[in-house]
């Protein structure tokens, strides 16, 4: 086996779908089964991502598989000197196993959407997107080099676009997909300022180039400051991506997308490519990079937990729960758990599409409706959906034998032994509130959508349970939430593959003064003379003692808000409608989403009007008006010129001509024709010339 | 007792040249305006020989009249022609009324 059969193969990975977009785009109209091709492609894509994982994992796991090609070259730049694009393709682990949770998921969700979207007028239409969604998010996870990740985030961005606002007769599927878009245009500003700067530095694109010329000592404008400037701009990219505070407002409105479509894209995979950005930056990081990193996802996780407690939209708990995960595993980068995020980012993938998944098999079987108050009692009419949907639930809050488990109580130790190694406590405090706020608003949810008694008699009657193609989507991904994937002890995850075999280690590549202290090597790593060791020993024992209290802790929140949740909805101990008459301020500042959306409007949408509208002032009164000066100045010196042509110049032409005229008339007398006059003109003449002469 | 010499000549002989000259340009008809040109020739004729003989040229002033003569009546014959073709062309001999040279 050659590595080079698996760069072919993942070609295949990453040219299938693509495939599949054209042929479904161009046939769609009139071969109305052609979508079945596209769900082919989509199983053959799984198949070759299963085969590369198999014998990345099983056959190169130590080896980066690298091959790239010339795109094009520009010989003797100015500044620059001989600069050559290249494309390219990298295969490590982490790329192996991105592959294979994106076409799983993408795979699943084909399979599901086949009986979801049974109908629609664009079934087929609906198809080919999600085949070119799938063919860019491959991309961005196989590409060696920032530019073509920069190309492939904007397809990526282009297909949620398309799919956020695929009924765009519905005015607020059109205006959520614009919002989508112009949102995370902000973010991929910093990111596209973040490539130049790198491009001007470093004049190539390619990870590893950069890397190797970050530790040979070329910095951006010579300075560590620029270097950390250069990773929160990329690291912007991400924030508009994955949906971080403040740019979190647009993945909300992207649930009025078809359910699948939220599952496949505004779940598991594209607004974990923010994530995955971070993982492949991280390697140039400094010290405050992370720490501004660590805060962003901080904010993020809480704000948006916070927020999902009071929604009555079965969707848009979810979408914010999918925000505060996302979150989590950002301000994992950003405390250094780097194996720890990717890890979440993998099993919250699972679980959270699972939750969509199930989520849109509820709305299918209630005809549409997606506020929680109108269901209820569905846990008999639909057992497979509620049992996975409890499953992956419990995967999200953190109870053991759970996936989930394992990758947050990572996350929650490392921000732990974070704090204690800094100093910064307010990380590892809101982990675990967030925790306790994430079990106690999904088991809200559980228990108002799935227990008690019926809401909505009519809607529950026709309920039932969801056609094969749908259930089994479900439990393969619930399947997937358990902890024996991972590792055989479900209560710690560092002893399985996943952890300890799988994710490499990451390499920090900054200056060492740039580091945290607890990432500089100590004198045992150096010893050892293994430089790709970037944690000190420091760091594994803090971690070490981090892992029970994390442990208990975030056991003991996430049994508590389960508790709560069941005390309040399910008991009914607590009578909820006067305690949020008690809490009414806070109560609306949580339902209306802490009035982000109202502030951005005031500020953000208002400003740029009222800036257009300036300009648009500007433009009519001062550029037209100059335009129209200069045009009344020309029109008055044109005047002015022809009338002088008029005047001066004509005059004096036709004074010659009328001197001349005046002076033939004169000379014509003379020349009458006839000799005899001549002869008298001649005579004369001689006398005067004889009188001259004489 | 006045003897007849150079003067007389030439005072004749300028009479004879403004009569000539006269009727060229007074007369109306072109026989008559050839008529005056004959007057001028013969004029210079009458200074040729009087300058013969008064002057010390020997017979060159008489063999010079005599060409002039034989010239006047080639000169005659031309000019006849011409103002019969004007009279062909024109269907007048009235030279106040030839003056296509004004074209």
Known sequence: ?694 | MVTVGLTHFLVISTLLFSMGLYAIITRKNAVMVLMGVELILNSANINFIAFSRFGNFGYNGQLIALFVIVLAAAEAAIALAIVLNIYKNLSTVNVDEVDNLKD
Do not use: C
């Open chain 1, 1 to 694: 086996m050659d590595s080079q059969f698996l760069i072919n193969t993942s070609l295949y990975v990453l040219f299938l779908p693509l495939l599949g977009f054209v042929v479904t785009l161009l046939l769609g109209k009139k071969v109305k089964s052609i979508y079945l091709f596209e769900n082919l492609v989509l199983i053959l894509t799984f198949i070759a991502s299963v085969f590369i994982l198999y014998n990345k994992l099983a056959i190169f796991s130590a080896t980066k598989i690298v091959s790239e090609v010339e795109w094009f070259s520009f010989p003797n730049t100015p500044i620059f000197g001989d600069i050559s694009i290249k494309l390219g393709i990298m295969i490590d682990n982490i790329t192996a196993m991105m592959l294979f949770v994106v076409a799983l998921i993408s795979m699943l969700v084909h399979l599901y959407s086949i009986a979801y979207m049974k109908g629609d007028e664009r079934y087929n239409r609906y198809f080919a997107y999600l085949g070119i969604f799938t063919f860019s998010m491959n991309g961005i996870v196989l590409t060696h080099n920032i530019l073509m990740m920069y190309i492939f985030w904007e397809l990526v961005g282009l297909s949620s676009y398309l799919l956020i606002g695929f009924w765009f007769e519905k005015k607020s599927a059109a205006d959520a997909g614009k919002k989508a878009f112009i949102v995370n245009r902000v973010g991929d500003l910093g990111m596209f300022a973040g490539i130049l700067i790198l491009f001007f530095t470093y004049q190539t694109f390619s990870f590893s180039e950069i890397f190797a010329s970050i530790e040979a000592g070329i910095l951006p404008f010579n300075s560590t400051f620029w270097l950390g400037i250069t990773g929160i701009l990329l690291f912007g990219g991400a924030i508009g991506k994955s949906a971080q505070f403040p740019l979190h407002v647009w993945l909300p409105d992207a649930m009025e997308g078809p359910t699948p479509v939220s599952a496949l894209i505004h779940a598991a995979t594209m607004v974990a490519a923010g994530v995955y950005l971070v993982i492949r930056i991280f390697g140039l990081l400094t010290a405050d990079a992370m720490l501004f990193i660590a805060v962003i996802g901080m904010i993020s996780s809480f704000i948006p937990a916070t927020i999902a407690l009071t929604q009555n939209d079965i969707k848009k708990v979810l979408a914010y729960s999918t925000i505060s995960q996302l979150g989590y595993m950002i301000m994992a980068l950003g405390v250094g758990a780097y194996q720890f995020a990717f890890f979440h980012l993998v099993t919250h993938a699972f679980f959270k599409a699972a939750l969509f998944l199930g989520s849109g098999s509820v709305i299918h079987a209630m005809h549409h409706e997606q506020d929680i108050r109108y269901m209820g009692g569905l846990r008999k009419k639909m057992p497979l959906t509620y049992w996975t949907f409890v499953i992956s639930s419990l995967a999200i809050a953190g109870i053991p034998l759970t996936s989930g488990f394992l990758s947050k109580d990572g996350i929650l130790a490392s921000s732990l032994a974070f704090a204690n190694l800094t100093g910064h406590w307010l990380f590892p405090v809101t982990g675990f509130l967030v925790a306790l706020l994430t079990a106690f608003y999904m088991f809200r949810l559980i228990i108002i959508t799935f227990h008690g008694e019926p809401r909505d008699h009519h809607k529950f009657e026709h309920a039932h349970e969801s056609p094969f193609v749908m259930v089994m989507p479900l439990v393969v991904l619930a399947a997937l939430s358990i902890f024996i994937w991972y590792t055989p002890n479900p209560f710690n995850a560092d002893q399985g593959w996943v952890l300890s075999k799988w994710i490499e280690k990451p390499v920090l590549h900054t200056p060492v003064e740039t580091r945290f202290d607890f990432m500089k090597p100590d004198s045992e790593n150096i010893s050892h003379n293994n430089e790709h060791i970037i944690y000190s020993s420091t760091y594994s024992e803090a971690m070490h003692h981090a892992h029970y209290p994390a442990m208990f802790i975030s056991l003991f929140v996430a049994l508590s808000g389960i508790l709560l949740a069941f005390v309040f909805y399910h008991w009914k101990k607590v009578n909820v409608d006067a305690l949020t008459e008690k809490i009414k301020p806070l109560y609306n500042f949580s339902i209306n989403k802490w009035y982000f959306d109202e502030l951005y409007d005031k500020t953000f949408v208002n400003g740029t009007l009222m800036l257009s509208k300036a300009l648009g002032w500007f433009d009519l009164k001062v550029i037209d008006g100059i335009v129209n000066g200069a045009a009344a100045a020309t029109k008055s010196l044109s005047f002015f010129v022809g009338n002088f042509d008029k005047i001066v110049i004509d005059g004096l032409v036709n004074l010659t001509a009328y001197l001349s005229g005046f002076f033939g008339l004169l000379f014509r007398r003379i020349q009458t024709g006839k000799v005899q006059t001549y002869i008298v003109l001649v005579i004369f003449s001689i006398v005067i010339l004889l009188f001259i002469f004489r």
